[in-house]
Nanobody, 121 residues
Framework: QVQLVESGGGLVQAGGSLRLSCAAS??????????TGWFRQAPGKEREFVAR????????YYADSVKGRFTISRDNAKNTVYLQMNSLKPEDTAAYYC????????????WGQGTQVTVSS
């Protein structure tokens, strides 16, 4: 079993920055074997993909809506994945969730509880 805990959310003005963290733990968890992603869900909207990073950190992928503004990274020594969010816009307001899956599967098996990001105009 893998447990994911997000932190770092908060209230920020448009144009500002936040860094989210996703700390992973679990008896069988090995960072290099897991792809980790960030998703978000705004009120009344479906959950959407934001970014993901491979276990080694060698490959990243972003949604078009955040490309060039958000950066996903990981520190496997700390079992932690980060999402640096710059140039935030009011439309980035959402609950942000961390998710993980073993690299051999396609379904996101593990989810955190979420952290709220609110961007004021």
């Amino acid at each position: 079993q893998v447990q994911l805990v997000e932190s770092g959310g908060g209230l920020v003005q448009a144009g500002g920055s936040l860094r989210l963290s996703c700390a992973a733990s679990g008896r069988t968890f090995s960072s290099y074997s897991y792809v980790t992603g960030w998703f978000r869900q705004a009120p009344g909207k479906e959950r959407e993909f934001v970014a993901r990073i491979t276990g080694s950190g060698g490959s990243t992928y972003y949604a078009d809506s955040v490309k060039g503004r958000f950066t996903i990274s990981r520190d496997n020594a700390k079992n932690t994945v980060y999402l640096q969010m710059n140039s935030l816009k009011p439309e980035d307001t959402a609950a942000y969730y961390c998710a993980a899956r073993h690299y051999l599967v396609t379904d996101w098996s593990y989810w955190g509880q979420g952290t709220q990001v609110t961007v004021s105009s």
